[in-house]
């Protein structure tokens, strides 16, 4: 069987992190592009990956018959448009996460995605973590009795990244600690409850540490350093209230509080027992046995989740099989984002 060649669109961190060391490790796979408006950077990933071309107008690579497969790895305001140009151009895609700025967008990658009926999977990794798997699997078998609620931190004290760059600017991230840090979380909580259909959300969300930029104080900023003559119009806090047709779901998110504490965890409560994942993490298993409280933490051996994702993604453009991050299942979580966005802004409740 022949190689799928593929394009990497965009040579920033998650590309270099993840995706180009994933197909660079993956035999049925070889990067014949590396494109990124800054030639410098598409330069770089040439001379590391020690194969492909370095280009800065993505056109070249859609162009180019041979290629079957395109990593999006761009800023979040290109993901659509790149997405459905990648598609009409014959081209299967796995864009990152989110999959756009808008459930609107979003929505026009997914008819792209029928009328082609290419691939077109987004990067919400964590659905191809061997913990996230094995909480799904027991929320299935009934080991927590009947899912009624989940609650979600992802919470740091100070750490608005790249303070007045394209992370804390609107139109080009779509929004700020919500759509940047929730989408995973969210996501998690979806996938592991069986994606159920969402029915009304209330949210508020709060721009309010990150607005004085020159007096803004931190403990860390990566995709930094800051802009000091940039904008900052996002949230750097969100809580909200999702009922589904499912569990209900409660979160707090924030880039940047006044509290000393970083939580990034899961609960989910059901009947007979609840998980805690922590992110990125192990998760403990708590519940009741003849009187007797009962606390677990599994020990299981773990798979990188990129490398998954790629493989997985590679796999299912040769057998055809629609994978659990593919366009149409995803498209929940940011509707339900949007639905968070609109709420605050509206001061309501929204239907979904």
Known sequence: MSK????????GSIANAAHIKSYLANPNAEIMYFCDLIQERADQAVINSGCGKAITDYHIALNDPEIEAVSICTPNH??????IECLRAGKHVL???PAARTYAEALEMQKVQHETGLVLNIGVVNRFNTGVNLIKKMIAN???GELYHV????????????????????AIAG???LIDWGVHFL???MYCSGDPIPKTVSGQTYSKLGLDIPNYSYLNMWAGPPNYSGTYDVDDFVTAMIR??????TLNGAWAQNIGVDEMYIDFLGDKAGIRLQYGNDFKVYGAKDGILLETSPSFKSVDMFQNEIDSFLDCIRTGEKLPSHIDTVILSSRIIQGIYDSSELEREIAL
Do not use: N
């Open 244 to 249: 589904t047709k499912g569990p209900t779901i």
């Open 151 to 170: 609650y979600v931190s992802f919470r740091s004290q100070r750490s608005i990244p790249g303070l007045g760059g394209a992370f804390t600017t609107k």
């Open 142 to 144: 009934g080991e927590l």
């Open 4 to 11: 799928i060649k593929v394009a990497i669109i965009g040579c």
């Open 95 to 97: 864009c990152e996460k």
């Open 187 to 189: 996501d998690i909580v």
């Open 78 to 83: 290109v993901h659509a448009a790149i997405s």
């Open 175 to 177: 929004g700020g600690a």
